[in-house]
């Protein structure tokens, strides 16, 4: 919570504050007051005005504890202890499950209702939407070390479904053997792209001595299979395409 609600409410509960409720999230604070409220009123309950005329100014030390999906509060009986009667004990107790209880029903910015999504407390407005990462970045992102640091648009994973699988799949043989043969940084894949629903692929070797010729020799194939399924299953899905439309 802000300083400034914190520094009032310390002042207007000065009996029952407790540093440790500056934690409480904003959204939270309503819950934190009414459960205040009625610990301040402790006194007032099966008071007997002989016994205790002037009833206490607090009977409990309260400390709380915050997570994102939960708060509670934790009382000690203040020493000299007062008259505990039946109804005020069971008043503090209810004061304190009511508290956990409203924490875990409303939204931790806002105080809306709200519904734990495992992780947090919160109304739709505020649920914190994790973006999905795409099956493209995905694939770039676990074949990166085949592509220059720097490459601008000329790698765009971005093709047809339908050839989405086959070119992650050639992708991650070529990353393969890249890796077994120890050449990571001397393949170089520079060029993937689309044009006029064939796709592209352009490879760069540097440094790659003699000794590794058969991996170049394998990479090409690799790629000129790729090239060719690639056209294949464009020629297919077109073809479907026509025939679903006819
Ligand atoms: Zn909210």
């Known amino acids: ?8 409410l310390a002042m207007e509960y000065s009996h029952l504050w407790h540093d440790s409720m500056t934690a409480l999230p904003d959204g939270w604070i309503s819950a934190l007051v009414t459960m205040l409220d009625k610990l301040e009123r402790l006194s007032s309950i099966e008071r007997s005005p002989s016994r205790d ?6 009977w409990v030390d309260l ?12 009382a000690t009986p203040v020493r000299p202890a007062g008259k505990w009667r039946p109804g005020r004990a069971l008043s503090c107790i209810d004061a304190l499950n009511d508290f956990a209880d409203q924490c875990s029903k409303i939204c931790s910015v806002c105080g809306q209702p709200a519904v734990s999504d495992g992780s947090h407390i919160r109304c739709a407005e505020h649920t914190v939407v ?5 099956r493209t970045q995905a694939l770039y992102q676990e074949v990166r070390d085949l592509f220059p640091p720097v490459h601008g648009k000329a790698i765009d994973l971005h093709v047809p479904d339908h050839l989405f699988e086959l070119l992650a ?5 070529i990353l393969k053997l890249v890796i077994q043969e120890g050449v990571v940084g001397k393949v170089l894949i520079t060029r993937v792209e689309i044009d006029d629903g064939a796709l592209f692929v352009r490879v760069r070797y ?3 001595t003699a000794v590794f010729m058969g991996t170049q020799m394998a990479i090409n194939e690799m790629i000129s299979d790729l090239e060719v399924l690639s056209d294949e ?3 297919k899905h077109n073809l479907g395409g026509s025939d679903a439309t006819s």
Not at 130 to 134: A, E, H, K
């Open 233 to 235: 299953a464009t020629r």
């Open 206 to 208: 540097q440094s790659l």
């Open 63 to 74: 400390r709380i504890e915050v997570s994102a999906i939960r708060a509670a509060a934790y």
């Open 169 to 173: 799949s050639s992708l991650r043989s």
């Open 130 to 134: 994790q973006p999905q990462v795409s």
């Open 1 to 8: 919570m802000k300083k400034e609600i914190a520094d009032k």
């Open 53 to 58: 005329p002037e009833g206490l100014a607090t």
